[in-house]
């Protein structure tokens, strides 16, 4: 009976435990009951919301509606009414309808002029924007041209300082240049670089200036350097114990106006249509003249371009574009070439034969010497032949348009350039021809006899030589001569009888090598 007891409470007590489940089943299942019932309580409550939005929109549209019809019927009444009026105008008579077909016709004509003025606008924008994005291309090319240009020069500067530096070294620790290979496979055998190999190159151990840094930083974003090269010159600068923008200067690794312009970040600057350039020679209300490097021909030459004012007035850009032009089909070893006209920034410009030499104002009393001065007369005698062959007058001769170079070889300068761009004073007063050439010639000519004043022993002229410079100089007018051929010719009767003087002519192009600036008369640099 006990057993009996205990099996029957155990099973009562499950049964306790399963009823509890149950009631906790069903409390959850009622809850979320609820639960469900109040959200959708919620959501019919909402519902009901947006129905009697909707119906408030339903009204208001309905009202407007209303007003939108009343507008309508009151505006038709209003073209009735009109309708009505042109009935009656119709009514009083054709002339008026007439009248307003043909100005309708003309309203019609001139929008169909407008539409094609138009279409015809919107074909010049297209053809401008063209343009436009082709000149942008062409300067983004010239930019990175004139970058990588920028950076092989660099390099190939401190390549060659760098390899002056190592000779001079050599030279001081005792290495001869037979030695120098040998050096190198040893170098190279111990497993060392020539760099640091050589105890003649630094190495940047402490802290870089900053002024150096800002400046090195500004290079590279400017992409003109590489890392390699701006540390070669960062070595170099530290071992001339300058700065760096004083060792690019002093070494002739920029021009002060190219350091200006990269200081600046003025980088268009450095680009002329697809010219480099090198240094700002002078500027004058009418020109601005540089000095630049075309890589197409790969050399050096002289740009002069036209100043923003003178193009607004045509004939003097198409006078400087026909003079320069004309002068550029000469091609004369006594003669500085013209080598191209073309255009740059919508302005016309010209490109000239860079010259090393001196002008004859800087000539020692050396030119004065019958043979050297017979020599340098009939050079300059045949430049201007040549261009009055080409039916060109110089027009304003004076004695720096005359260089002579270090080779021997005397330039005659300004061929071509316009009266008003040389001399503006005397642009509208003074009279074209070759004998205004000739006569300023002969006092130039004279001007070199005359320096022979400066030696101790003067050496008279041969009596053929003394009558062309009588001739050449006199002032009366019928005695001069009328063309550069006839003095060719009494130049080349009196040959037989000057001197060479081949010591004194080669003394004059030592004096000239030695004296000749690099950049010659022209620069005045910014």
């Not at 009083?92 to 016709?105: A, D, F, K, N």
């Not at 001081?172 to 640091?196: F, I």
């Not at 130039?444 to 006899?449: E, F, K, T």
């Amino acid at each position: 009976m006990e057993l009996r007891a205990q099996a029957a409470a155990e099973r009562l007590a499950r049964a306790r435990d399963q009823l509890k489940e149950h009631l906790g089943e069903l409390h959850t299942y009622a809850r979320q009951s609820q639960e469900d019932i109040e959200a959708l309580r919620s959501q019919v409550q909402l519902e009901a919301e947006q129905v009697h939005e909707q119906q408030l929109a339903l009204h208001r549209a309905r009202d407007e509606h209303r007003l939108a019809v009343a507008a309508f019927r009151q505006q038709l009444i209003e073209w009735q009414a009109q309708i009505a009026d042109m009935k009656r105008s119709l009514a009083q008579g054709e002339t008026r309808l007439e009248r307003r077909q043909v100005q309708v016709s003309e309203q019609a004509r001139q929008l169909d002029a407008s539409s094609a003025r138009l279409v015809e606008q919107a074909e010049q924008l297209q053809e401008q924007e063209r343009v436009v994005e082709e000149h942008r291309q062409e300067m983004e090319r010239h930019l990175d041209d004139m970058r990588d240009w920028y950076r092989r020069k660099l390099r190939e500067l401190s390549e060659r300082r760098r390899l002056e530096d190592g000779e001079k070294s050599d030279g001081k620790s005792g290495r001869t240049p037979e030695a120098t290979p040998a050096l190198q496979d040893s170098e190279k055998a111990s497993g060392q670089s020539p760099t640091e190999a050589q105890p003649a190159i630094l190495t940047l151990t402490n802290e870089i200036d900053p002024g150096d840094r800002k400046l090195g930083d500004l290079l590279r974003s400017l992409d003109l350097v590489d890392e390699q090269t701006l540390t070669s010159l960062l070595v170099e600068a530290r071992r001339q114990r300058r700065s760096l923008r004083q060792a690019l200067l002093a070494g002739g690794y920029l021009t002060l106006f190219q350091m200006a312009l990269i200081e600046t970040g003025n980088i268009d600057g450095l680009v002329l249509g697809p010219l480099r350039v090198i240094d700002r020679l002078r500027t004058t209300p009418h020109e601005a003249v540089y000095r630049v490097f075309d890589p197409r021909h790969s050399h050096e030459a002289v740009l002069r371009h036209l100043a923003e004012a003178e193009p607004a007035t045509p004939e003097r850009a198409d006078q400087f574009r026909r003079q320069f032009g004309q002068a550029a089909t000469i091609r004369h070893p006594h003669v500085a070439a013209i080598l191209e006209v073309l255009e740059v920034g919508g302005r016309p410009a010209v490109l000239q034969e860079w010259l090393m030499g001196l002008p004859s104002t800087d000539w020692p009393a050396l030119a004065a010497v019958p043979g050297v001065w017979f020599r340098l007369v009939c050079q300059a005698a045949l430049g201007l032949h040549t261009a009055h062959q080409a039916g060109l007058i110089h027009g304003h001769l004076h004695p720096e348009m005359f260089l002579l170079t270090g080779e021997g070889i005397l330039k005659l300068c300004g061929i071509g350039e316009p009266l008003w761009l040389a001399v503006p004073t005397l642009a509208d007063q003074r009279p074209l021809d070759i004998t205004t050439d000739l006569a300023d010639f002969g006092r130039i000519a004279a001007n070199w006899a005359a320096l022979a004043t400066r030696r101790k022993v003067t050496k008279p002229f041969p009596e053929p030589l003394q009558a062309i410079l009588n001739r050449l100089h006199t002032e009366e007018v019928n005695a001069r001569y009328v063309s550069s051929a006839d003095l060719l010719e009494d130049l080349d009767q009196a040959g037989a009888n000057v001197p060479p003087n081949a010591e004194a002519w080669d003394r004059l192009l030592r004096h000239v090598r030695e004296h000749a600036a690099d950049e010659v008369r022209l620069r005045q640099s910014a």
